[in-house]
């Protein structure tokens, strides 16, 4: 089976073609950076109008990098949320038309289970059960992953995500915008040990996190600090691994309560150099696996969108032909296959 992803939700138009035998046929990205930077955000109607910019033409080049014609596609998935409201409407848009006047399906994927399904994608693919550490922007959560759309939620943020914090962090250290990679890269410049932050929750029993007090710990420091660049990167340094760590702890905890070895994460942070090698030496010593996606398929894609797709077409789901999106939309919700 063809299927024809397109992701939408925030500030990354994604048009991908992926093949159940043949695997991707085609992945096409424009990101809005640039756009957004001199707001130092995302700012939604805009991120809208640009998505109508670019779809179409992505989604001709997609075909062409795949050498098939638009009607050589068996389905189309589309992003139908969480995210921007206006965003996610034109990808739906787009896609339940295209289908209807393909006479082909369609699917709206949820933009999360799109990310945990990312490292399915690649050679060294996860096999269920396993435990799954999303960290985006939006959402910083750890999931029991039994099979697609089988989730159950072991903990959450309860305030900022683990990419919010890093992005806020990195907007008060005024180191533009996207934050994460910014301050990831400042970070190789810290000297290890001259600030310490705190690691929130760890104390507590629990999979929860917090880490909006990170960035006020972040914002005291600096002000104490003589503002130089040395000492930025030395904040960013303590930072980062305040962050990692938080992390590792709470996706250990998770292994051992669980008792599942496989670890996976996914999301933008996902792309995070450092948490990558320190939930990987800890899923070793746990007597487990990591896995994670390519970095371009870390952050938001369309790959992944064809994939969750894929899968769930081929399971036979069906939906009406409503364009349907939802700026909230908990994964426990999912249909299970
Ligand atoms: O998954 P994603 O592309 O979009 C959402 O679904 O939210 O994640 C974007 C987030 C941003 O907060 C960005 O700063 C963060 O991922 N990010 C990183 C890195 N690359 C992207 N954070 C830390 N280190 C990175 N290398
Ligand atoms: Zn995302």
Avoid at 123 to 143: C, Q, R
Avoid at 290 to 300: H, I, K
């Amino acid at each position: 089976m063809r299927v024809l992803g397109i992701e939408s939700s925030c500030d990354e138009t994604g048009i991908a073609i992926y093949d159940s035998e043949k695997g991707l046929l085609a992945h096409a990205l424009h990101s809005q950076v640039a756009l957004h930077a001199e707001y130092g955000g995302v700012v939604p109607e805009l991120a809208s109008r640009d998505h109508v910019r670019y779809l179409i033409p992505l989604l001709d080049k997609a075909f062409e990098q795949a050498g098939i014609k638009k009607t050589e596609i068996d389905g189309v998935a589309y992003t139908a949320g969480p995210g921007l409201m206006g965003a996610l409407m034109v990808g739906a848009c787009a896609g339940r038309s295209l289908a209807y006047s393909l006479g082909v399906p369609a699917v709206g994927v949820h933009h999360m289970e799109g990310h945990l399904l990312a490292p399915m994608l690649e050679h060294k693919a996860p096999e269920f059960p396993f435990i799954a550490l999303l960290v985006s922007g939006g959402h910083t959560l750890l999931a029991k992953v039994d099979g697609v759309g089988q989730y159950k939620i072991l903990g959450e943020s309860l305030d900022d995500a683990a990419g919010e914090a890093f992005d806020k962090t990195a907007k008060m250290l005024d180191l533009g915008y996207p934050g994460g990679p910014i301050l990831a890269k400042l970070a190789e410049q810290g000297r290890p040990g001259i600030y310490k932050f705190p690691r929130p929750m760890i104390d507590r029993p629990g999979l929860e996190f917090s880490f909006s007090g990170l960035k006020t710990f972040a914002l005291n420091t600096m002000q104490k600090s003589d503002g130089s660049e040395q000492s930025k990167a030395d904040i960013a340094l303590a930072f980062e691994e305040a962050v990692v760590d938080t992390l590792m702890i709470k996706s250990r905890r998770a292994i051992r309560e669980t008792g599942i070895k496989t670890l996976v994460i996914a999301g933008g942070v996902g792309a995070n150099q450092r948490l990558r090698r320190e939930l990987s030496s800890m899923a070793e010593k746990e007597g487990g696996q990591l896995y994670y996606p390519r970095v371009e398929f870390c952050t938001d894609n369309g790959a992944m969108i064809a994939y969750a797709g894929c899968l769930r077409l081929q399971a036979g789901q069906t939906e009406d032909i409503k364009i349907n999106v939802r700026a909230r939309w908990p994964m426990e919700e999912l249909v299970s296959l």
